[in-house]
């Protein structure tokens, strides 16, 4: 599915709000003119008359009138403060000479217009370093509705318990539906065609995601996060997440992950990453435990260590010592294939994560290795917009009861390039 960009309803609706005013502006100070004309005439006719009791008037402003109401729906704000209000120009004293009282009217001066902030909530991106407009932040934990501040991956949930139209399709949750859906995701992972998933219940809702960054938390989050927590029960699910993005630099990448249970990565029409507790293309029918729980998990485990792991080529592990469950029972980051991308060019990406109950979490990093495969202290997140997730920002999006006390958080580079998603 492609993703479209387009500037929020929130700066369409100032932008509105901006050129009426400038409109209204524009037309108060016409008729400011004729005043003063008539009123400098009046003053001339009063003065040929004769003189008369001057009389000092003052003018009081009327109270700051809300703004009419809006059928444009809210958009959250993202990291960029809205300009200040704008600020009214003190009213004038007017003395006259043996006249009756004149009023004269008040311009608004739109001086928010002119600020920093430029007026309009287009987030933190604009115009840095050339990366383009609305790279915001946002959407961390599976996604938020607004985009991500304009620069995101748009995901689509599928829940396998359930038919398109609501029905039982026999998958319950334990080991026997656990497999049943590695099946179905080994299908799909074979085309990337999203009729293999269309049979199955799909959230309405859209999310939309800049980095992957999500602590263990437990598996009733997930249709709470795409609104369908009264259609979907937790476990059996994944999350599809399509669009496209700018590679930073050229060189040679690939993307380094851990997930639980499974995560597939397609860049540019290959799959470059299949990591995780699970591994779906596994044989036999995808049936891959890849933890240390399983004598499956350990001997695929090694083999990728020695390099004989014949589905996965050029796999390695990445340990860190901010995730030592994850390096003790899969290894710590799968690194996957590598890939060659030229700067400033687009890639289509598709990545998938899904869960089969009890308890899930994933973090996605990316690694340059043009100039060689020696790991950083800290690796690259991969990211779309100015996205930096922490414990305290993802406690703040995910309620504290979905996650769980052990969970661990990847420290990563603050520092991480860019991968702009675009249209």
Request: aromatic share 10%.
């Amino acid at each position: 599915m492609a993703l479209h960009i387009q500037m929020t309803d929130s700066a369409v609706a100032q932008l509105r709000r901006t050129a009426f005013r400038n409109k209204l502006s524009s037309t108060l100070a016409g008729v400011l003119l004729i005043l003063l004309g008539g009123v400098i005439l009046y003053f001339t006719v009063v003065l040929i008359a004769g003189p008369a009791e001057p009389e000092f008037l003052t003018y009081v402003p009327p109270a700051e009138e809300q703004a009419p109401p809006s059928d444009m729906p809210v958009t959250a704000d993202l990291t960029s403060k809205p300009a200040s209000p704008a600020q009214e120009v003190a009213p004038s004293v007017i003395v006259a000479v043996g006249a009756a009282p004149v009023q004269m009217a008040q311009v608004e001066v739109p001086v928010a217009d002119v600020s920093d902030g430029v007026g309009m909530e287009l987030g933190v991106g604009m115009g840095v370093g050339g990366l383009g407009e609305g790279l915001g932040v946002g959407g961390t934990g599976l996604g938020d509705g607004k985009g991500g501040g304009g620069s995101a991956l748009e995901g689509t949930f599928y829940d396998f318990k359930q038919t398109r139209q609501g029905s039982p399709t026999g998958i319950g949750v334990g080991q026997g539906g656990t497999m049943k859906c590695m099946e179905i995701i080994n299908d799909f992972m074979k085309s990337w065609n999203p009729a293999v998933l269309a049979k199955y219940y799909q959230s309405p809702t859209k999310l939309y995601i800049s980095s992957f960054y999500t602590p263990q938390v437990m598996s009733e989050y997930a249709p709470l996060a795409f609104q369908c927590q009264d259609r979907v029960q937790p476990a059996n699910w994944c999350a599809v997440y399509r669009g496209k993005v700018k590679a930073p630099k050229s060189g040679t990448f690939r993307f380094m992950a851990v997930c639980d249970e499974t995560m597939l990565i397609r860049f540019d029409g290959k799959l470059v990453l299949e990591a995780g507790y699970r591994i779906p293309s596994g044989a036999p029918e995808g049936k891959i435990q890849a933890s240390e729980v399983t004598a499956e998990g350990r001997a695929y485990k090694q083999a990728i260590r020695d390099g004989k792991q014949k589905r996965h080529p050029g796999y390695e592990f990445a340990p860190y010592p901010s995730i030592p469950t994850y390096n003790r029972e899969v290894g710590g980051l799968t690194c996957g294939t590598e890939f060659k991308v030229e700067e400033g060019k687009a890639y289509p990406i598709e990545i998938l994560v899904g869960d089969f109950g009890g308890a899930f979490g994933f973090f996605l990093c990316i690694q340059d290795v043009t100039d060689g495969k020696a790991f950083p202290a800290k690796p690259d997140l991969f990211r779309t917009n100015f996205a930096e997730p922490s414990r305290e920002e993802l406690q703040k999006v995910i309620p504290a009861r979905y996650i769980k006390s052990s969970s661990e958080y990847l420290d990563y580079n603050r520092d991480s390039p860019i991968w702009v998603a675009v249209p």
